[in-house]
C-alpha cells in the first residue's frame, strides 16, 4: 500500500514570495490533516478535511495561507505571500475513519529567507 | 478546545530498561482517542499506539503500552526493553469523537528520548 505522498521535499523561497504544497493521501482515506511543524515543537493542526469538505480550519492564518481538496483526493496548500516565521515542515497527514491512526507523509521542508 | 502536556522535554535512558513518558490531556469531553507516534531524526512521524476513551484495557502493542489513568487524565507511554533505535521524539496526541466523525488530531510539545550504550 502506498503511504502518503508529498512534493516538494524541500523550498527555499525568499519572503513576500508565493509557494504551494501537494499532498495525495493514502487510498480511500476520507480524512485530511495539514499541519505546521516548527523547530522543536509539536505538529500545528492548520487543517483538517473530511472528504472535500472543510473540518477545521481554526488555526490557518486565512489571510495568506489557502487549501483545497477539490476532488476530495489530494490536497494542495498555499502561502502567499510568505514570512519568514513560515519557516518550517508541512506535514501532510490521512485517516481511514474516526478514531483511526493517522499516516503521515516525509514532509517539505520550507525555509523562508 | 482540548490540550496535551508533556513535560519531559528530555528523557534518557539505558539500552534494555524500561522508560515512561508521560503525557496529561485535558477536556471536557467523554468520547476520545489518544495516540503516541515517533519522529526519528529523519522526520517522519510514526504510528506506535491508540487507546480510545471507553477502552477498558491499556493497549499494548509489542514493547510499547500505554498507561491510561483516566481519572488523572494521563496517557504515558511505556517503552520495555528500550533499543538504541528507539532514539527519536515521541509525540502524544488527541481527537475528539463525536457523532462518529474524529476532530481535530492535537499534539503535545514532544518529549525527546535518548537510548545510551
Known amino acids: 500500500e502506498a503511504g502518503v505522498a508529498q512534493s516538494p521535499r524541500y523550498k527555499i523561497i525568499e519572503k513576500r514570495q508565493s509557494v504551494a504544497f501537494w499532498c495525495n493521501p493514502i487510498?480511500?482515506?476520507?480524512?485530511l490533516y495539514w499541519y505546521q511543524q516548527i523547530l522543536g515543537q509539536g505538529p500545528k493542526l492548520l487543517i483538517q478535511?473530511?472528504?472535500?469538505?472543510?473540518?477545521?480550519d481554526s488555526q490557518l492564518p486565512k489571510d495568506r495561507f489557502s487549501a483545497e481538496r477539490l476532488k476530495g483526493v489530494d490536497s494542495t496548500l498555499k502561502i502567499q505571500p510568505a514570512k519568514l516565521e513560515d519557516s518550517a515542515v508541512y506535514l501532510c497527514?490521512?485517516?481511514?475513519?474516526?478514531?483511526?491512526?493517522?499516516?503521515f507523509g516525509q514532509g517539505t521542508r520550507l525555509t523562508v529567507v | 478546545a482540548q490540550k496535551i502536556t508533556q513535560t519531559q522535554p528530555g528523557m534518557f535512558v539505558q539500552e534494555k530498561e524500561a522508560v515512561t513518558l508521560d503525557c496529561t490531556y485535558d477536556t471536557s469531553d467523554q468520547s476520545y482517542g489518544l495516540f503516541w507516534y515517533k519522529q526519528p531524526s529523519s522526520g517522519e512521524m510514526i504510528f506506535l499506539i491508540y487507546?480510545?476513551?471507553?477502552?477498558?484495557q491499556n493497549a499494548t502493542e509489542g514493547r510499547y503500552s500505554l498507561n491510561f489513568q483516566k481519572a488523572r487524565k494521563s496517557a504515558n507511554l511505556v517503552i520495555s526493553a528500550s533499543q538504541l533505535g528507539d532514539s527519536a521524539m515521541y509525540f502524544c496526541?488527541?481527537?475528539?469523537?463525536?457523532?462518529?466523525?474524529?476532530?481535530?488530531?492535537?499534539f503535545g510539545s514532544g518529549t525527546q528520548l535518548t537510548v545510551l550504550p
Open positions: 496526541a488527541m481527537t475528539l469523537i463525536s457523532s462518529g466523525s474524529a476532530r481535530q488530531l492535537t
Open positions: 478535511f473530511q472528504n472535500n469538505g472543510v473540518v477545521d
Open positions: 487507546q480510545g476513551s471507553y477502552d477498558e
Open positions: 497527514a490521512s485517516s481511514l475513519a474516526a478514531n483511526t491512526e493517522a499516516f
Open positions: 487510498s480511500g482515506h476520507a480524512t
